[in-house]
């Protein structure tokens, strides 16, 4: 009995020395946000666009504003960078800021979402 009276402080102190470096590492984690310019005009380019990048890796949240054709993504430093995310939208058949879309990939484009189409 004596014995867990005295490994049990010193039991708490190493659980909370342990969490302390877990959310210390957790922290560890840069998560920043871009915005990029793309040539999306309706709704089918947004959910292919914002579909197309959520599952990237170490992107957190994806989303684009046709009015303004800006998508805002929320990634983690570590795992990609701005350039891998235009190069992404580019392959989904889009313009990224400077970077000019994938033509193969923008050939496959529904006719509404070409550069070209006609507002409605």
Same mark, same amino acid.
């Given at each position: ?7 049990? +402080? ?8 342990? /969490? ?9 984690? @840069?998560?920043?946000?871009? %915005?990029?310019? !793309?040539?999306?005009v309706c709704g089918q380019?947004?959910? *292919? $666009? ?15 504003? $046709? ?9 983690? !430093? %570590?795992?990609?960078? +701005?350039?891998?995310? *235009?190069?992404?939208?580019? %392959? ?6 400077? $970077?000019?879309?994938? !033509?193969?990939?923008? @050939?496959?484009? +529904?006719?509404?979402? %070409?550069?070209? /189409? +006609?507002?409605?």
């Amino acid at each position: 009995m004596k014995t867990i009276k005295f490994f049990l +402080p010193l039991l708490m102190v190493l659980v909370t020395v342990m /969490a302390f470096n877990m959310q210390a590492f957790s922290q560890d984690k @840069k998560v920043e946000t871009i %915005k990029i310019k !793309t040539s999306a005009v309706c709704g089918q380019c947004k959910e *292919r $666009i914002e579909n197309g990048l959520a599952y990237e890796k170490g992107v957190k949240d994806v989303v684009l504003d $046709i009015d303004s054709k800006m998508v805002t993504i929320k990634y983690n !430093t %570590k795992s990609t960078s +701005p350039e891998e995310l *235009r190069k992404k939208i580019s %392959k989904l058949g889009y313009d990224a800021d400077d $970077i000019p879309c994938d !033509t193969v990939a923008y @050939k496959k484009l +529904p006719a509404c979402c %070409k550069k070209d /189409a +006609p507002k409605h």
